[in-house]
């Protein structure tokens, strides 16, 4: 079964300064990675994804994440954020269509972002 | 483009009264169906999917349940709410065999 693990519950960070939001997974196949965030009392926004090819995904808002099969990860960084990025985001991973999970989404519980200015 | 519907968005039910929570699809067909759940300061419980009408595939044995009428139309049903129901609770649909897209979701508070 798959499972996956986001380090950090609460990560405090002052505006236009830089962050990492950590992802780790496990899965004994291939995985499709996503990232999404949450605002408050609102549903999930895909903030990107990672099918296959370059290990360096770019999303909406200016995030991006990184791949590393060999460490199992997926962190989200952002080189500076606003104070609009205060938001809840979710760490995820599928198995490719046709598996036994094929048909869903694994989540991390969740690492909450607070910017302050 | 695709759109997502949640009603209500927020409801608040005495113990023991049924629920009944709908989420309709847009600009889709034959889309996998799922809902969530979001206890306070939790993450995501993945409650039911279906990949068509009919379809009902079960997470987590509770006391609620799920239906799909209609290709496009998915319910979440109690027929009595316990506390522990309480939550946030989030409806989210996949066409492509890749991400799911959510819905607005619906702040269920059992008193």
């Known amino acids: 079964a798959q499972s996956v693990t986001q380090l950090d519950s609460q990560v405090p960070v002052f505006e236009e300064a830089p962050v990492e939001l950590r992802c780790n997974y496990s899965s004994s196949v291939s995985v499709y990675l996503f990232w999404y965030v949450q605002y408050p009392n609102q549903g999930l926004q895909l903030l990107l994804k990672?099918?296959?090819?370059?290990?360096l995904v770019k999303g909406i808002n200016g995030f991006e994440a990184e791949f590393n099969k060999s460490q199992t990860s997926f962190h989200l960084r952002k080189p500076s954020v606003h104070i609009s990025d205060t938001a809840e985001y979710f760490c995820a991973v599928s198995e490719p269509p046709g598996s036994a999970a094929g048909n869903k989404l694994t989540f991390g519980g969740g690492t909450r972002v607070l910017v302050k200015p | 483009s695709q759109t997502i519907h949640q009603w209500p968005a927020t409801l608040v039910q005495p113990v023991g009264s049924p629920l009944s929570l709908e989420c309709t699809v847009e600009g889709t067909s034959n889309p996998n169906l799922y809902w969530y759940r979001q206890a306070a300061g939790r993450g995501l419980q993945l409650l039911f999917y279906s990949v068509g009408i009919g379809q009902i595939s079960s997470e987590v044995p509770q006391n609620l349940s799920a239906s799909r009428p209609q290709d496009r139309q998915f319910i979440l049903s109690s027929k009595k709410l316990l506390l522990s129901d309480s939550g946030f609770y989030l409806c989210?649909?996949?066409?492509?065999?890749?991400?799911?897209?959510f819905g607005p979701g619906t702040r269920l508070t059992v008193t």
């Open positions: 989210a649909w996949r066409a492509q065999p890749y991400e799911q897209y």
């Open positions: 990672y099918l296959s090819g370059s290990t």
